[in-house]
T-cell receptor, first 114, second 112 residues
Framework: ETGVTQSPTHLIKTRGQQVTLRCSSQ?????VSWYQQALGQGPQFIFQ???????GRGNFPPRFSGLQFPNYSSELNVNALELDDSALYLC?????????????FGQGTRLTVV | SQQGEEDPQALSIQEGENATMNCSYK?????LQWYRQNSGRGLVHLIL?????REKHSGRLRVTLDTSKKSSSLLITASRAADTASYFC????????????FGSGTQLTVLP
């Protein structure tokens, strides 16, 4: 166990709906990143938050948005869900100090869009 | 888009044998990391090798890095059935070391 918790573990939504996924980072970690992992693929970087601000973004449209709270927990919001948004969404936290640090991943939220 | 590719995509070996997975990447990096994933669950960090290192060991794991060829390999010695999982390499670029770019993974099956 890494100390990074995500909720919910599974979710089914209808195309066009909106969804919010939640992540609690590991104690002492102030950076949170979100990844999307389609079936059979490696995770793809969505964005990263540091001190409540977006600090880097991957190739995802604006309907993917996020928040980070003062306690460093984070939310991922996806609007106007599409079938291709069905994936495992992973949250990872890491300490700021140093560049050569590992990321600690949660168990993920499995989102299915029907 | 993926940074690079793991090779092979799938590997099946007998318990006790060694397993070698390769990873290629495209851009300059600060470090390269290997992660393991069981059955679509969260990723577990295995080992990190910095761009100025050539080889690193951790238990039954041995990682090499060749920055001139933009490639890395992960060797698992004396494999066990519990090593069955997907293995991913991930690169971290300068200035954004916590934004990882993953390969497509190697599915390792260790037969008892």
């Amino acid at each position: 166990e890494t100390g990074v918790t995500q909720s919910p573990t599974h979710l089914i939504k209808t195309r066009g709906q909106q969804v919010t996924l939640r992540c609690s980072s590991q104690s002492g970690h102030n950076t949170v990143s979100w990844y999307q992992q389609a079936l059979g693929q490696g995770p793809q970087f969505i964005f990263q938050y540091y001190r409540e601000e977006e600090n880097g973004r991957g190739n995802f449209p604006p309907r993917f948005s996020g928040l980070q709270f003062p306690n460093y927990s984070s939310e991922l919001n996806v609007n106007a869900l599409e079938l291709d948004d069905s994936a495992l969404y992973l949250c990872a936290s890491s300490p700021l100090s140093g560049q050569n640090t590992e990321a600690f991943f949660g168990q993920g939220t499995r989102l299915t869009v029907v | 888009s993926q940074q690079g590719e793991e090779d092979p995509q799938a590997l099946s070996i007998q318990e006790g044998e060694n397993a070698t997975m390769n990873c290629s990447y495209k851009t300059s990096i600060n470090n390269l990391q290997w992660y393991r994933q069981n059955s679509g669950r969260g990723l577990v960090h295995l080992i990190l090798i910095r761009s100025n290192e050539r080889e690193k060991h951790s238990g039954r794991l041995r990682v090499t890095l060749d920055t001139s060829k933009k490639s890395s390999s992960l060797l698992i010695t004396a494999s066990r059935a519990a090593d069955t999982a997907s293995y991913f390499c991930a690169t971290a670029r300068g200035g954004s070391a916590r934004q990882l770019t993953f390969g497509s993974g190697t599915q390792l099956t260790v037969l008892p």
